[in-house]
């Protein structure tokens, strides 16, 4: 079957953890002070190199992607469809799930094509309609880092660190990631951050822990405000419309629609008004792209979610962005929170909340290898961390929905993790 001249000869995978500027709060636990993520490559007989990304995993993510080898030695990138049934078919993913794996690929796949060809990937996309990407800032309630710095607990701290993101990186709108203090106290910090940036916009995500009766108390609270969209206050395409129908802010997810199937449901009985496309979570650029046609058609809100990114996937987050015509609102980014990055050239920049679309050929980065050997030792040095658990609260796990919060009152770093070097 005709295609590119192109064929995989290798895959590999190599796990890195980047350091954090403090720990990251969120409903089910924390990020202990780094991500763990693990790079995919992906190279074709002639030598051309591909990059992707996963989340997570560590040893058992370079496993899985090892035991891909046989399905991919000689597979053109260019097939990428074809590739999406080969390691995803749906029935099969009922035992064995690999679309986090599949995006990693994907990404590669259009890396290397965007390589042959001398194009960008959004020119194989269809081409850019913009040339920058919006963000938002991404605010979580921190734990304090390893020489005591950066902890996010009071009101009066979000706001100073509000005010220090919006300083240094020009966003204009902001969303508060909740679910882990009283929902009285994060209603609180809300309304005053929303008081002390007056003209910007604003965004609350508690990760569906909140009951849909809380939600709808939580949602009429902040009705008066220049909401964005309330997202995930509850768990569940019913809950989310339950509260739909007991509200004037817009609803958002990016938990209960994230494939084809939800999306589907959705449009049939709405539930959420705006749908937060993920890379990672929909296997791939190309399935956003597919969802994007389809909230148009039906006129749903989007936005570009963010799994927790190194460069890479933070590149297949800008050229989504650059591609979708119905991109409505600002992309999240875990991506100011990192301290460092892997990619030649270090972090990238954003002007005013926004970031340029990369114009080199394929995602337009390139691995600092330096950087990716340093973040490896240090991953085999610390391991993975327990992301669905909170290093302040031993043996805790919430419920859904839960009623079981931390204390905005409980001050300082956690013994837990006094072995963590940030």
Known sequence: MRGSP????????????????????HSNGAHWGRFVRTIVEVETTDGLVGLGEMGGGGESAEAAVAALRPYLLGHDPARTEALRFMVANPTASLYNNRTQLLAALEFACLDLLGRHT???????????????????????????SADGSGEVRTVDQLLTHAAELKERHGFRVHKLKGGVFPPDHELAAYRALAGSLPGDRFRYDPNGVLSVEEAIRFAHAIEDLDNDYIEDPCYGLNAMRRLRERTRIPTAT????????????????????????????????????????????????LAVHSSGELGIQLATMLHLGAVVPNLAFAADAHYHHLRDDVVVGGKREYVEGRMAVPDAPGLGVDLDRDKVAEYAELYRELGGYPYDRDPGRPGWYPLLPNADFADPDAAGRPAALTAEPY
Do not use: M
């Open 6 to 25: 192109l064929r995989i000869a290798d895959v590999r995978a190599t796990t890195v953890t980047v350091p954090l500027e403090a720990p990251l709060r």
């Open 118 to 144: 001398g194009l960008p990937v959004h020119a194989l996309l269809g081409g850019a309609v913009r040339e920058e990407v919006e963000f938002a800032s991404y605010l979580f309630f921190r734990y304090p």
């Open 254 to 301: 990016n938990t209960v629609v994230v494939n084809f199937e939800q999306l589907a449901a959705n449009v049939l009985q709405p539930a959420v008004d705006v749908v937060l496309l993920d890379t990672t979570f929909w296997g791939g650029i190309r399935p956003c792209l597919k969802a994007a046609g389809v909230a148009e058609t039906f006129q749903l809100g």
